[in-house]
């Protein structure tokens, strides 16, 4: 008896199928047997799969249904009663088993008693140039884990809704009942969702267990990819109708709710892209099938998806065609604002309709995006075609610009060209052609354009095959890319324009039209005359033959070298071989403040100190991004990872950062590391963290390596020297006392409002045009992570336009989100709230501030040195504090100041700030900053600069 079964269906795949099953035979656990189960193909799969059951007669069983079933459900359904192993797996004659998968699946198996065991199947994309593989929903198993219920992880039931991933107890199987639907496509589905619900218990293993070969440009699509037929949307509706039964059966509310919201954000995705390339007939049967299950699904859900997946399920509700198409070109090409906006009550809505209602007012409200504050250039205008014509080698193009809410105005300097430009270009020139006619029409830029392609554009005429269309128009002088959708313009009769490329028209002599998968306008290089054909058949069987594989390997090589020369791999490899055999420069410093991303904190104080007591040193800052911003200007500026940042840092006598610099750079002998660090520790940090704990020991020593670097590490209070300096073990004798230097102006601003009974806010306060009569409050919050460690989007957690109704009159409120966040204000706020996150440097805002609200940021921890008052708003405190990675303190038990975790609470405590926030907590300030902050005295930059660079201290 074999432990495992594998079930290997195949229908017209006789090429294929030998080396799924091959995959099967190539297992490291040798008690695998391989079922072939032919729907009645009518090639020669049946026959290969007979060869191969005769090769292997004691591995391999042949089975042929007597008619075809149209699906896969009925050829798994005949192999689970066919199968003689104890488990039982499904492969598909197109795809192939990782060499481990059935015994690591078993393994886990037999250790657990799981009914089903899940591992991670990685789709191999076949049709490009490396085959790129993405891992199937990986933050599933990014750790080995047992459930005893599905409703303790939603999150597999809504999205691992595969069933060849996984390895399932066959008597667990018989004895449940568990079948495929047959007769009904993306039976996946509904089989993964009978499953889990029966599974008593349920393992995930992080080992890549499965390859999906996904092979777009076949000329046969898979079921799942016909989303052209209307019946393809009828079977996935039906599915998932059957399978909110199953769960509303179980009284599996919760997961009912995150499907519907998986639903929302994926599955209909999927069909509403393909929406402007298809017709009315489909569009109306398309909206009746779908608009009957929207009507069944939560409210609530459309709050938990993205807003243009909300946008597009609700204008599809309405069956509003007009503002729903160009949604649907947003989804296709995200950040594309492709409507011109409405605004009512200062609120910016996607269209000016179905804003009369609560619901409508909620999903089509995108103030948050910011297109009415964000620059024009910093927008992806959407451009539709609004005719196209083309006789012979002439093109005549129409199309209209999106103007939203008419920040394009009527006086603007306005021009326009069409370019042409390869998307692969060797020798071809992009072509500027100016638009014929430009006018300004309101909600939109209207254009024409013609283009005598045979003059205007000259491709090489091999490697430059396709071509996009862009209209880039110069507003006021500044200049706005926009590619061309075709929309709902018909190409279907458009002509091939004449073209003479670069090699002569025997190479190719036709531009032909084409909507590329995003919908946008291209041409690609074809071949009509006789003698084109004729050259092109040649050039195509050259480039096939052995001369032109050793060319077109040594291309390959020669490119491959170009890409090499400027990789991580090999800027290490020249940073550890070539630049750290270079002498060290005496008085060189390398700063660096969160990984380049800003000009702050204490490496900009320690700078600022240097050059207030005019030390004599060469100072390199790095930046990070395309240009840096807020840098000093008597500083050299090298761009993080450059050649030049890599031999500044080799031979730097100093280097000051406050979180590290690249892990894998071993620093020289010769060079002094000081590490001023970001802030004192509330969630653990370094090998007290579980992720580190998880990692192998070889990763684990490359971290220590990395830390090992520190000559220096500031702390400023023993709190630090037991968890921080724990965390990285680091040795006692790195450890430097002396506070930050970030917070040397806060201890200053403390002491003087403290002899002269007066705050001054500073010349900031009037940069921002701050109400001198009003009380500062500074929103200041950590961000969030997302299970797979992706950083979250903020959202701001109460109602801004509720505080600003409230509390505008007599608050200013300052939102600082963390610099990997970033917020849009509605315009109904403006002078009450305040976006200060564009500013580098957080402790000028602090000393201004009158009180803080924050949530597990280390801001409170500076923030405790002015003495002044505390918020801290912890509405996710559980998830926060215990799912995520642990806290060192109860920060309910220990802060100095109140913690609230609702809007209400929040909004209760400002409106009776000074009794709430102030006094009550006066004595708990002091032993906050006693505990955490003994070490602040208001000099740390001034110690730095004596010990290290004037010598004057010890």
Request: net charge neutral.
């Amino acid at each position: 008896m074999p432990d495992v079964s594998v079930v290997v269906i195949a229908y017209n795949d006789a090429e294929r199928l030998p080396t799924a099953v091959q995959s099967v035979l190539d297992q490291t656990l040798h008690g695998v047997e391989v079922v072939i189960v032919d729907d009645c193909s009518k090639d020669s799969t049946f026959e290969v799969a007979q060869a191969l059951a005769a090769a292997h007669p004691d591995r391999v069983r042949a089975f042929q249904l007597p008619q075809n079933s149209g699906g896969c459900g009925a050829p798994r359904n005949y192999g689970i009663q066919q199968c003689s192993g104890a488990y039982v797996m499904f492969l598909d004659s197109d795809d192939v088993l990782e060499r481990n998968a059935c015994r690591n699946m078993l393994d886990a198996a037999e250790s657990t008693g799981s009914d089903i065991v899940s591992g991670l199947c990685v789709r191999v994309h076949l049709d490009s140039r490396n085959q790129k593989k993405t891992a199937w929903y990986p933050w599933l198993y990014s750790k080995t884990r047992t459930i005893e219920s599905i409703t303790e992880l939603s999150d597999l039931l809504t999205f691992d809704t595969l069933s060849t991933n996984k390895c399932y107890r066959r008597d667990f199987l018989l004895e449940n009942g568990l079948e495929f639907p047959v007769g009904i496509h993306y039976e996946d589905l509904l089989f993964s969702a009978q499953a889990y619900v029966a599974a008593r218990r349920i393992t995930l293993i992080p080992n890549t267990v499965y390859f999906w070969n996904v092979q777009e440009s076949a000329a046969s699509k898979s079921i799942s990819n016909r989303r052209h037929e209307i019946a393809n949307f009828v079977h996935r509706m039906e599915i998932h109708r059957r399978v909110d039964a199953l769960l509303e059966s179980k009284g599996y509310d919760e997961l009912k709710y995150r499907k519907d919201i998986k639903f929302l954000k994926h599955d209909l995705v999927l069909h509403l892209r393909d929406l402007p390339l298809l017709g009315e007939d489909y569009r109306r049967e398309f909206a009746e099938v779908a608009n009957g299950y929207l009507a069944e699904i939560d409210p609530q859900a459309y709050e938990e998806v993205q807003p243009i997946h909300a946008i597009c399920a609700y204008l599809l509700s309405k069956e509003d065609w007009e503002n729903l198409l160009p949604a649907t070109e947003a989804l296709t090409n995200p950040g594309r604002l492709t409507v011109p906006l409405a605004e009512q009550d200062e609120r910016i809505y996607w269209c000016d309709r179905h804003i009369d209602t609560e619901q409508g007012r909620s999903i089509l409200d995108v103030t948050a995006r910011g297109f009415h504050t964000r620059p024009l250039t910093a927008l992806a205008l959407g451009n539709r075609l609004t005719s196209y014509e083309s006789t012979d080698g002439v093109v005549k193009l129409a199309g209209r610009i999106v103007n939203p809410l008419g920040r394009i105005t009527p006086d603007a300097q306005i021009s326009a060209v069409l370019e042409f430009s390869a998307r692969r270009s060797v020798g071809g020139k992009t072509a500027h052609i100016p638009v014929t006619s430009l006018r300004h029409a309101g909600r939109f830029i209207e254009w024409e354009g013609t283009a005598d392609i045979a003059r205007a554009v000259r491709p090489l005429g091999i490697i430059d095959a396709v071509w996009d269309v862009r209209v880039i128009l110069t507003v006021d002088g500044k200049r706005l890319r926009t590619r061309v959708s075709v929309g709902g313009t018909s190409l279907d009769n458009a002509r091939a324009l004449r073209v003479r490329p670069k090699l002569t028209t025997l190479v190719s002599d036709r531009f032909v039209p084409e909507i590329t998968k995003k919908g946008n306008l291209s041409y690609v290089l074809s071949a009509e005359g006789k003698a084109a054909v004729h050259t092109s058949a040649v050039i195509e069987g050259a480039m096939h033959g052995r001369t032109a594989q050793f060319a077109k390997t040594s291309l390959r090589r020669l490119l491959k070298a170009k890409k090499d020369l400027h990789s991580g791999e090999t800027k290490l490899r020249v940073y550890h071989e070539f630049y750290s055999k270079l002498p060290i420069r005496k008085g060189l410093v390398v700063f660096e403040s969160h990984l380049g991303k800003q000009y702050s904190d204490s490496p900009k104080a320690i700078y600022e100190e240097m050059r207030r007591q005019g030390v004599a040193f060469e100072a390199v800052w790095s930046y990070a991004g395309a240009r840096p911003t807020g840098f000093p200007e008597d500083a050299t500026l090298v761009k993080r990872w450059s050649w030049q940042y890599l031999r500044a840092l080799a031979q730097a006598e100093f280097w000051i950062d406050n979180q590290g610099f690249p892990l894998r750079l071993t620093k020289r002998p010769g060079t002094t590391y000081i590490q001023t660090w970001h802030g004192t520790a509330l969630k653990r940090m370094g090998f007290d963290e579980p992720n580190t704990k998880a990692r192998g020991l070889a990763a684990q020593e490359s971290f220590q390596r990395a830390l090992d670097r520190f000559d220096h590490f500031l702390i400023r209070g023993e709190h630090d020297r037991r968890t921080l300096a724990k965390g990285f073990r680091l040795r006692d004798e790195v450890l430097l006392p002396v506070g930050y230097p970030r917070n040397d102006e806060l201890v200053a601003a403390r002491r003087a409002e403290a002899e002269s009974g007066r705050r001054e806010r500073g010349p900031l306060a009037e940069e921002l045009g701050l109400d001198p009569d009003k009380k500062v409050l500074l929103y200041a919050p950590t961000f969030r992570a997302a299970p797979g460690g992706k950083v979250r989007a903020f959202q701001p957690p109460f109602d801004l336009e509720e505080f600003a109704e409230r509390f505008g009159d007599t608050h200013t409120l300052l939102i600082r989100t963390h610099y990997l966040n970033s917020v849009s204000l509605p315009p109904s706020v403006q002078g009450r709230i305040v976006d200060v996150s564009r500013l580098h440097d957080i402790t000028p805002l602090l000393a201004l501030a009158d009180g803080l609200i924050t949530d597990y940021s280390s801001v409170m921890f500076d923030y405790g040195l002015l003495d002044r008052p505390m918020i801290f708003f912890t509405y996710d405190y559980d998830e926060y504090a215990k799912e995520n990675r642990g806290t060192y303190f109860d920060l309910k038990e220990r802060a100095p100041g109140p913690v609230v975790a609702t809007e209400e609470e929040l909004f209760g405590v400002i409106a009776n700030f000074k009794d709430e926030a102030d006094t009550k907590y006066a004595a708990a300030r002091q032993r906050f900053n006693a505990e955490f902050s003994e070490y602040d005295r208001g000099d740390a930059a001034r110690q730095i600069v004596a010990k290290f660079f004037t010598r004057s201290g010890k």
